[in-house]
C-alpha cells in the first residue's frame, strides 16, 4: 500500500556498525519533527536500529529509507530496510522469536513488528531483503 | 566514542555520554572486565543515562558485562535507563535477567554498599 508522501524522503546508507548510529538518530529527528512523542521517538530509533543491524550483519550493505506519509491526515513515519544480500530463506522462522542464524537474541524482526504499527517484509532468497515498517501518530 | 572509567573507591563507575557503536560496546564490555581484576574492585556501576536507544545488541552487550563481571567475583548494576527505552525494550522483548539494575547513579552505590558489605567473611555464591 502506498501512502502520500509528504516531504522528501530521507536515505541512509548502512555499511558499517557506525551507520546504524546515524540511521536512527536520522529516523528519531524525523519523528520528532513529525510531532511523535517521546516514547515513540525511541520506539521508531529502536526498529531503525534492528532493521539497520540486520542489513549490516546478513547483508552487509543496503539501506535506510524514511519518509514521513500521510493516510487520509493521519500523519505517519515509514522507514524501509532495504539490501541486495543473500535474502532470507525462511521468512515464517525469522519471524520466530528467539530464531536466529548468527548467534543474536533473535528478536529483531518480530520485535520490530511489536514495537511499529504496520510491519511488511519481502525477501528473495538469493536476492535480498526489504522490510517496511510504519509507525502512526496517535 | 570511548565511555571513561573512573575508579570510586572500590567501585568503577562507567558513563556513557553519548550513543555508542556496536564496537564501542564491545570496547567498553572488555574495557570493564579488565579493569576489575587491574585496581581489583568489588563493584561496577554502567550508567546509560545518556543511551536514547538500547537495543537487542546493547542489551546482550550489557548483559555480557554483568555475568562476565560476576564471574571475576564482583558485582554490576546499570543505572539510568530512561523510562521510553524502558519502554521500547520490553515491546521489543528483551530483557536485563539476572542484571541488577537502578533508577540512578545514588541508588547504583546505594545497592553496591548493600551489596558488597557483609561479603567480606562469606564465600559468594553464583544466583
Not at chain 1, 522528501?8 to 558499517?16: F, G, K, L, Q, Y
Not at chain 2, 515491546?91 to 545514588?106: N, P, Q, Y
Request: charged share 25%; net charge neutral.
Amino acid at each position: 500500500m502506498r501512502f502520500a508522501l509528504i516531504a522528501d524522503e530521507a536515505r541512509v546508507p548502512i555499511n558499517s556498525d557506525a551507520d546504524i548510529v546515524s540511521a536512527r538518530q536520522k529516523g528519531r529527528e524525523l519523528a520528532s519533527h513529525c510531532g511523535f512523542p517521546s516514547t515513540d521517538l525511541a520506539v521508531v530509533a529502536t526498529a531503525i536500529s534492528e532493521l539497520a543491524r540486520n542489513i549490516v550483519r546478513y547483508a552487509v550493505h543496503g539501506k535506510i529509507i524514511l519518509r514521513v506519509v500521510d493516510n487520509h491526515g493521519k500523519r505517519g513515519i515509514e522507514v524501509v530496510a532495504t539490501d541486495d544480500g543473500p535474502g532470507i530463506p525462511d521468512v515464517a522462522l525469522a519471524m520466530q522469536d528467539g530464531y536466529s542464524t548468527s548467534g543474536s537474541l533473535g528478536l529483531g524482526l518480530p520485535g520490530t513488528r511489536r514495537l511499529m504499527d504496520e510491519f511488511e517484509i519481502k525477501s528473495d532468497f538469493g536476492k535480498g531483503t526489504t522490510v517496511t515498517v510504519r509507525k502512526w501518530k496517535r | 566514542m570511548q565511555v571513561p572509567i573512573l575508579k570510586q573507591g572500590a567501585y568503577l563507575i562507567a558513563t556513557v555520554q553519548s550513543a555508542l557503536t556496536d564496537e564501542d560496546l564491545r570496547q567498553l564490555r572488555d574495557a570493564l572486565v579488565g579493569q576489575v581484576s587491574k585496581v581489583r574492585a568489588r563493584g561496577v556501576i554502567v550508567d546509560v543515562t545518556a543511551l536514547d536507544v538500547i537495543d537487542s545488541f546493547a542489551t546482550r552487550t550489557l548483559r555480557d558485562v554483568a555475568h562476565m563481571i560476576r564471574l571475576r567475583g564482583a558485582e554490576t548494576v546499570i543505572v539510568g535507563i530512561q523510562p521510553e527505552v524502558a519502554f521500547s525494550m520490553v515491546k521489543l522483548g528483551l530483557s536485563l535477567e539476572g542484571v541488577a539494575t537502578a533508577l540512578d547513579l545514588e541508588e547504583g552505590l546505594a545497592y553496591l554498599n548493600r551489596k558488597v558489605k557483609g561479603t567480606d567473611h562469606e564465600v559468594r555464591t553464583h544466583r
